[in-house]
């Protein structure tokens, strides 16, 4: 791995030239169709849900979307999602179920969105009942830090099975700034702050939090692409050899055993 630091890859995972879920989506799958809609309020364009295909393994995505230019940023809510977002995602989940389609997510958000409108729609519920729906759905997970995976918004779509991550993106459970502003009153303190949270891809790996990094070739976008290829249809091909209930059961004891501690 390189030598980069945590503040770095917080400035990589952030870059708006940085690739986006539609991209990965896109270039990964031979087909994607959108739909929209949490059938209660509205359509969070900061969330894309949809059916996807590899060959003749049917999809169901869900991914965090992130806009480029300020006009795409404002239509996508900078990639923060609203309580409808999560209420999509799990309609989503439901569906995935029922007709037995594996379920891939694609994280890249800076956190839920934290407008009053969001806190009075229950922002809170949303994101512990996408938690809840996800560590109870009896079809494969695969879930892929691409960029920024900040606070509950990222691990609102988190509980996977297997737990992707590419080389440049951070998984946190905070921002570095948030973290900073708490822990010492001093948002200057980001840099800092980063280096203590283990929210690299690296750290997450050896704390057993993710399972694979992705490496990222330099400017070969296409290479990167056809890598996480292989290992969606890969990871797909072994989960596939459990039952609905060993599907649960790993996916639970996978985030069981996150947290070692040793008594003295």
Request: charged residues 30%; proline residues 3%; aromatic residues 8%.
């Amino acid at each position: 791995m390189s030598t980069t630091t945590a503040w770095e890859k917080v400035e990589i995972a952030r870059s708006s030239t940085r690739k986006t879920s539609l991209d990965y989506i896109e270039n990964i799958f031979d087909e994607f169709i959108e739909l929209h809609g949490d059938r209660n309020y509205r359509d969070d364009k900061a969330m894309v849900c949809g059916l996807a295909k590899i060959g003749d393994q049917n999809y169901t995505i869900i991914a965090e979307q992130k806009g480029r230019t300020t006009k795409e940023n404002i239509e996508r809510n900078f990639g923060m999602p609203n309580p409808e977002s999560y209420r999509k995602a799990i309609r989503f989940m439901s569906q995935a179920e029922k007709f037995g389609r594996p379920v891939i997510t694609f994280i890249d958000t800076k956190g839920a969105y934290p407008g009053i409108g969001a806190e009075e729609r229950g922002q809170g519920e949303a994101i512990a009942s996408s938690m809840l729906k996800m560590a109870g759905l009896k079809v494969p997970i695969i879930s892929i830090v691409i960029g920024e995976g900040s606070s509950g918004g990222a691990l609102a779509i988190g509980v996977g099975n297997k737990i992707l991550m590419l080389e440049n993106a951070i998984y946190s459970i905070l921002s570095p700034e948030g973290y900073a502003s708490i822990l010492w009153k001093d948002s200057s303190r980001a840099k800092e702050a980063a280096e203590k949270m283990k929210l690299t891809a690296k750290d997450l790996y050896d704390l057993k939090v993710i399972d694979k990094i992705i490496k990222e070739p330099k400017d070969d976008f296409e290479k990167l692409v056809k890598n996480l290829k292989k290992e969606i249809t890969t990871i797909t091909k072994e989960l596939s050899e459990l039952s609905e209930e060993e599907i649960v059961e790993q996916r639970y004891q996978k985030f069981r055993q996150m947290g070692e501690y040793i008594e003295k």
